[in-house]
């Protein structure tokens, strides 16, 4: 199976940036996406931003221009460069992956990140 550990979430001021990490383990071919998702109380889960294999991204129109996603794929990690941050963006963020070759995606257990105003 797989396993996705985050660390980096906090409580930081409006304004401020704070930068997710996500390392994944186990045993598997290689990953294909990778991307970061957040939830807060009451709301489905969204995204955030995603990469690909090769590098190709995707944002939220909220985000656009201040979070920054990458991955080291021989660290089998992916980070999200989050600045200005605002209060809007406090949540619970998780971390997912398309990992080969299992079906499905798998998820991280969620690193909270608060921004006070």
């Known amino acids: 199976q797989v396993q996705l550990v985050e660390s980096g979430g906090g409580l930081v001021q409006a304004g401020g940036s704070l930068r997710l990490s996500c390392a994944a383990s186990g045993s598997f071919f290689s990953i294909r996406s990778m991307g970061w998702y957040r939830q807060t109380p009451g709301k489905q889960r969204e995204l955030v931003a995603v990469?690909?294999?090769?590098?190709?991204?995707n944002y939220a129109d909220s985000v656009k221009g201040r979070f920054t996603i990458s991955r080291d794929n021989a660290e089998r990690a992916v980070y999200l460069l989050m600045n200005n941050l605002k209060p809007e963006d406090t949540a619970v963020y998780y971390c997912n992956a398309d990992v080969l070759p299992y079906r499905g995606s798998f998820w991280g257990q969620g690193t909270q990140v608060t921004v006070s105003s």
């Open positions: 990469i690909t294999s090769i590098g190709l991204t």
